[in-house]
């Protein structure tokens, strides 16, 4: 059985009760995107393959919830990277000591949207980068906001658009997203694949990660799908 996060128990039966009496809405509480200037440098295209890319920024059923959405996404799996073998399952990485940060890896064709979109989009609708080790509700280093690139270009492109939104000031205050060595990526419990689409009028789903893919669809119309694609088809 998924183990509700008890640091959210509270305000999900607070907006359970608010929808419900139609008191409250999801983008009324949800914060609002910040929109961020494309990225000064791209990753070349050097092949005509699939490319991979694996984000951390919370929750990862908002993540891959969002993900899904983009188009040129040929797929987005929820997981854990930043940690070992032994400790990647949900009970371990939930203790907040395995290292792990709940991650998804977003397999993606570099002909149709290139890896600096993606950070576009990560850094815009997807989570708060300014937030050090936690998301909206969600507390602990599992939910950091961390990039693990899949090579060096990956690497120099994500440090370069860091700095350019720094240098411009985009947020409020500095991004702490950490940029640390590739990891290997261990997929999450089938249960938690698909949650958002499975589950949007959960409580935390319809709190926290329905207004991002509502986000993507007003700030990134154009690289927006209205159907998703799901791991489990």
């Known amino acids: 059985m998924l183990k509700f996060r008890a640091q959210t128990a509270f305000a ?29 440098m791209t990753e070349p295209v050097t092949g005509a393959g699939m490319e991979k890319a694996v984000l951390a920024g919370g929750c990862f059923w908002g993540v891959q919830g969002v993900f899904q959405h983009v188009k040129g996404v040929q797929n987005a799996v929820s997981g854990y990277a930043g940690g070992k073998a032994d400790t990647a399952d949900y009970e371990t990485v939930s203790g907040g000591q395995s290292g792990h940060a709940e991650s998804v890896e977003i397999t993606f064709d570099p002909h149709v949207i290139n890896y600096a979109t993606l950070l576009q989009i990560y850094f815009s609708v997807v989570h708060n980068p300014t937030e050090l080790n936690f998301q909206g509700p969600d507390t602990g280093t599992q939910y ?21 939104l720094n240098k411009a000031a985009v947020f409020k205050a500095p991004i702490v997203t950490t940029i640390e060595p590739a990891q290997k990526f261990y997929a999450a419990e089938g249960y938690h694949q698909d949650y958002l689409t499975l589950h949007p009028n959960q409580p935390y789903i319809a709190f926290n990660d329905i207004p991002k893919v509502e986000d993507l669809s007003h700030v990134f119309p154009s690289l927006y799908s209205a159907k998703p694609k799901l791991v489990k088809g």
Not at 17 to 36: F, I, M, P, Q, Y
Not at 144 to 164: C, G, L, M, N, T
């Open 12 to 40: 999900a039966v607070v907006v359970a009760a608010s929808l419900s009496t139609g008191l409250l809405t999801a983008r009324a509480v949800a914060e609002n995107a910040v929109v961020v200037p494309p990225a000064a």
């Open 144 to 164: 950091r906001s961390a990039i693990f690139p899949e090579s060096d270009a990956q690497a120099q492109v994500a440090k370069a658009y860091i700095d350019q």
